[in-house]
Nanobody
């Protein structure tokens, strides 16, 4: 059974850091790209970052480039999203998702992701 579980969310002051984890079961990270998305109530889900299944190549939304870093530990079946220099605008529920149909670079559209976690809240506030 495919399952993704996020953890690591919380409250942090502007300028602070958090590391989110996405633990996956039921498939190998060699077989699916993993993406991180975020959503604020009343707004569409926004793609944040992704990491490919084949060569661990990464992509970032412009809004987080240079501040966030995605990585994976295949032995632990876990993907991480390190978030530095957090801003109030980063406040959202963060979701990880799996795309088992990507070839080469990971994809950024949420419709390509078939499996989703339950989400973890990140709040950036002073």
């Amino acid at each position: 059974q495919v399952q993704l579980v996020e953890s690591g969310g919380g409250s942090v002051q502007p300028g602070g850091s958090l590391r989110l984890s996405c633990s996956v079961t039921g498939f190998s990270l060699d077989d699916a790209a993993i993406g991180w998305f975020r959503q604020v109530p009343g707004k569409e889900r926004e793609w944040v970052s992704c990491i490919s299944s084949s060569d661990s190549s990464t992509r970032y939304a412009d809004s987080v480039k240079g501040r966030f870093a995605i990585s994976r530990d295949k032995a632990k079946s876990t993907v991480y999203l390190r978030m530095n220099r957090l801003e109030r605008e980063d406040t959202a529920v963060y979701y990880c998702a799996a795309d088992d149909g990507a070839w080469g670079s990971c994809r950024i559209r949420s419709v390509n992701y078939d499996y989703w976690g339950q989400g973890t809240q990140v709040t950036v506030s002073s």
